[in-house]
């Protein structure tokens, strides 16, 4: 056999590989078991009728209160609880001024749903991978009712 001489060309693979492998464990690191936290938050959808607040309101406290990802058809929690208000809308009147009007049969509803997730500087990311922040547009679906828009208003970690 010949004299097995290292190159230039070996020592640059050898460090692209342990590059990347010190990246992978860096970049990784978080998703340990130990760092998976209960994270709570509220999501409000507006200008939804009555039949949607009473399917929402079925679900609390009983099988068919999971939340899935709209998207990926993954499970991203639990409804724990349903609140809902009147709908309001503002109509400028002749002096153009803006009146508040409540709108018969429409609701705002603010839902709070728990998920296991993880921390990460200023965001959290739900059971289901997606990126949950104050102001975040979340879709999601449950046994009978379908989210097309949803904000994210509150977050608690427990």
């Known amino acids: 056999m010949k004299d097995k001489k290292i190159n230039f060309v070996d ?26 936290k209960t994270i709570q938050y509220t999501v409000r959808i507006k200008d939804v009728r009555h039949y949607t607040v009473d399917a929402l309101n079925k ?3 009983n099988s068919f209160a999971d939340v899935y990802d709209s998207e990926t058809n993954t499970l991203i929690g639990k409804i ?6 009147p709908f309001v809308n503002y109509e400028s ?23 296991q997730g993880r ?21 999601w679906y449950t046994k009978w009712v379908q ?4 904000q994210v208003i509150d977050i608690e970690v427990l």
Do not use: C, H, W
């Open 11 to 36: 020592i640059m693979i050898v460090g692209i590989i342990l590059a990347v492998l010190i990246f992978v464990i860096l970049r990784d690191g978080d998703n340990s078991v130990e760092n998976i």
């Open 119 to 139: 921390e990460k500087e200023n965001i959290f990311i739900d059971a289901a991978g997606t990126e949950i922040y104050v102001g975040a547009n979340i879709e």
């Open 147 to 150: 989210i097309y828009s949803s």
């Open 93 to 115: 009147n002749l002096e153009y001024e803006l009146i508040p009007m409540e709108i018969p049969d429409r609701y705002v509803v603010d839902i709070t749903i728990e998920t």
């Open 59 to 61: 679900q609390i406290n």
């Open 80 to 85: 724990l609880s349903v609140n809902e208000m």
